[in-house]
Structures are given as C-alpha cells and as structure tokens.
C-alpha cells in the first residue's frame, strides 16, 4: 500500500456528496478511487466536480475492486453490519457512519469479524477529531473547575417543519430515530469526559405515531462516584450540538460540540470556562475540518498498520448505553448496565 489511501465509497448518501468525500479528496493522505450507487449517470457531474476516479452500479463492485483499500460505509444504520463484513471478508478496512450497528450485538458480532480478519473498522465519530475537545480535557486536567461531577450533552435539529417521510431518520427498518441518529453523540460525549461507562441509566422516548421512531429521547446516565450525565437528543429542536462540563470550582461550555462550521454556522469553535462566581472566559478555537481530521487519522492507521484512533470496543460500550437507553423509556424504568 502506498501513503495515499484509496477510498472506496458505497452509496451517494448526504454526509458523503456533503462532507465526507470533499474532505477525502483535501486531505493530505487520501482520495476517493471508486464510488458505488445504484445510478451511476445521475452522480457524473458531482465525480467530475469531486475529481472522483470512478463511479459504478452497486457496492459489491467497490468492494471488489483492486484499486480500492479502503471503504467509507454512509448507508442507512441497518445497512452497516452487512457491507461492513462484507468488506471484512475481502480485507478491506472500513471507516463506517455512526451509529457502527443497530444493537450492542450487532456491533460486538462485526467487531468480531474484522478482528478475525485482522482488519481495521472505526466508527465516523468524527466530533472526537476537532481540537476543541483536546481543549477542553487540557482545562479539565489543570484543575481550573474542580473535580468532575456533571456533565450536559444535547443534539437536536428540527426536521418536523414538516417531516420528509423519504428521511430514512424516519424509517423503523433502517434503524431510524433521534437516539440512534443524535443520541449517539450526547452519550459518546458523557463517556469522553468521564472516562468511564455508566452504571445505569433512567431514559424517556417522545415517540412520532406515524413514522414509529423516536422523535426525542431524554437520559440521565449514573456514572461510578455518584456523578451524574444528561444526554439528550431531538428531531424537534433547534439547539444543534452541545455539551456542558460542570465541576466543584466551575464549568465549561461548548456551546459547538458537535457540528462547528456546518452550513451558515460559524467555523470558529468555542470554549467558555465559568468560575464559581459567574466570570465568563471565552477561548475561540481555529476552523477546523474535523472530517478531513478523521479521515486522514484512519488512513494514517491503516498505512501504517497502527490500531486506529476510536476502536470498535468504545463503539460497542457506546452501543450498550443506547441499548440500555431504548430499554429505559420501553419499560419506564431504570435499567442497570
């Protein structure tokens, strides 16, 4: 393999034509070779705009083809495992959107498979990648707010003004939902911070009777030494992507956690560091392409035969707490992990 990663892309899903493959094709390391989808004529002006190699019908073909070595997956959650193992089998490493699986087990089943096959697999976590967060860790870890013992993470974009019903988001079989679409990332968020994994947590579901998803999930996760996380996700909310650190000496704000710089947003990130008697800080974080970040910390892995940056094991801690979420609001109850 040479020091350029050639990429494979299977389907022609948003985050791919809108984020994922530019950043490919401007990272340092990469480039798309071959694009899969099941109309390869209606996608010939944007490979010409992307510079993309080749364009096919179908994703066994990009599995396939010598030219590719590795595979980003954009298809809807009930898709993963299958093209995800499918690539395993053909050893070739995968870079797949979250959430990796639909259930805990699904991802441990993949995640099992690509280790047998001495392969790589990472989940499109590509928030973990901006700067910000190393930002924020640098704080937590001088000691400036105290001890840890909250954290607030939130995810919420309006999609019900009105609904698309073509929205895979809205789909049942395809692993639609808020929880599985957003929720993932408020968890992951409260994890990160911790450095650990919830004991149990108490979770309720705002459930949409005609498409049969959750349209907004609500947890709040018990973490050992009695702290505590909120994590939160909504289809009919504007509040974007936030997190909150609170601590014994203060707090700090990450007012764009999750998406800085997406659409007419502004690129710049921000850390706000509050004392205990409600002075403000404000640090501005550069822009920052935390996709082209993500994709160049794979293919740096994957040519270097390095373990790459999130392995399958924090997926599938972070699968359990979704898992145990779902369970919660099903039963009305707390659910321990």
Same mark, same amino acid.
């Given at each position: 393999?040479?020091?350029?990663? /050639? ?17 490919? $094709?401007?990272? %340092? ?37 010598? =030219? ?13 495992? !299958? ?26 089943? +993949? ?14 976590? +590509? ?9 924020? $860790? ?66 309720? $579901? ?20 009695? /702290? ?11 509040? $974007?992507?936030?997190? %909150? ?19 007419? /947003?502004?690129? !710049? ?14 640090? !501005? ?20 035969? %390095? ?6 094991? =924090? ?23």
């Amino acid at each position: 393999m040479g020091r350029k990663l /050639r990429w494979g892309v299977l389907g022609a899903a948003g985050i791919a034509k809108g984020v994922l493959i530019p950043a490919i $094709q401007a990272s %340092r390391n990469g480039a798309v070779a071959v694009l899969g989808t099941r109309d390869p004529a209606a996608l010939g002006a944007f490979a010409a705009e992307h510079r993309i190699g080749r364009v096919v019908t179908g994703y066994e073909a990009v599995i396939a083809n010598p =030219d590719v070595d590795a595979l980003y997956i954009p298809l809807p959650n009930s898709l993963h495992s !299958e093209w995800a193992e499918r690539a395993a089998d053909a050893g070739k490493p995968v870079l797949c959107e979250k959430p990796l699986a639909m259930t805990a087990a699904e991802a441990e089943r +993949m995640a099992a498979r690509f280790a047998g096959k001495r392969v790589p697999l990472m989940e499109g976590f +590509m928030y973990r990648f901006h700067p910000q967060h190393a930002r924020v $860790q640098a704080i937590i870890d001088s000691g400036e707010i105290g001890e840890l013992t909250e954290v607030h993470a939130h995810l919420s974009v309006d999609l019900m003004n009105p609904p698309d019903p073509k929205n895979v988001r809205f789909a049942p079989p395809l692993g639609g939902g808020a929880l599985l679409d957003m929720g993932c990332y408020a968890v992951s968020i409260a994890r990160m911070i911790f450095g650990a994994e919830p004991t149990r947590v108490l979770a309720w $579901q705002s459930l949409d009777s005609t498409f049969g998803v959750d349209i907004a999930t609500s947890a709040v996760l018990e973490f050992p030494g009695g /702290r505590v996380a909120s994590a939160s996700c909504s289809f009919k909310g504007n509040g $974007q992507g936030f997190y %909150r650190v609170i601590g014994r000496k203060g707090m700090i704000d990450v007012p764009r956690g999750i998406l800085p710089g997406l659409g007419e /947003r502004s690129a !710049e990130a921000l850390v706000v560091v509050i004392d205990g008697n409600g002075r403000r800080r404000e640090e !501005e974080i550069a822009p920052a392409d935390q996709y082209r970040l993500m994709v160049e910390a794979f293919a740096d892995a994957v040519i270097d035969s %390095r373990p790459v940056p999130l392995s399958p094991s =924090d997926s599938i801690a972070n699968m359990r707490v979704l898992d145990a979420i779902a369970a919660s609001a099903a039963k009305g109850a707390a659910v321990s992990l």
